[in-house]
């Protein structure tokens, strides 16, 4: 086994990202005796937007929501992250195919 070596301290983060950037982490790291990590309280960030919808929209998504018993906030998040996937594929499949 090889010897590791030590990883500097670092003054920003900054620093340390041109670290890692420039440097391979297996001189530093033995990722055998690493363990998996495990954060159920971790919630991704999320940003308060302001959209107008028609009344009719928000009608037709609080249905849904209802019908799915969720807060409907929760199923226009679920129906645009299906929508936004949807248009990544397509566009992924686009892009090979030219």
């Given at each position: 086994m090889k010897k590791l070596k030590k990883i500097p301290q670092?003054?920003?983060?900054?620093?340390?990202?041109?670290?890692?950037?420039?440097?391979?982490?297996?001189?530093?790291?033995?990722?055998?005796?690493?363990?998996?990590?495990?954060?159920?309280?971790?919630?991704?960030?999320?940003?308060?937007?302001?959209?107008?919808?028609?009344?009719?929209?928000?009608e037709a998504i609080k249905l849904l929501a209802n019908k799915q018993d969720v807060p409907y906030q929760s199923m226009l998040k679920i129906l645009l992250a299906e929508k936004v996937r949807e248009q990544l594929r397509l566009n992924n499949r686009k892009g090979r195919a030219a």
């Open positions: 670092f003054k920003s983060q900054a620093e340390e990202l041109r670290f890692w950037d420039t440097h391979d982490s297996t001189e530093y790291v033995d990722y055998k005796k690493i363990e998996l990590g495990f954060f159920p309280e971790l919630k991704p960030s999320s940003k308060t937007i302001s959209i107008r919808l028609p009344e009719s929209l928000v």
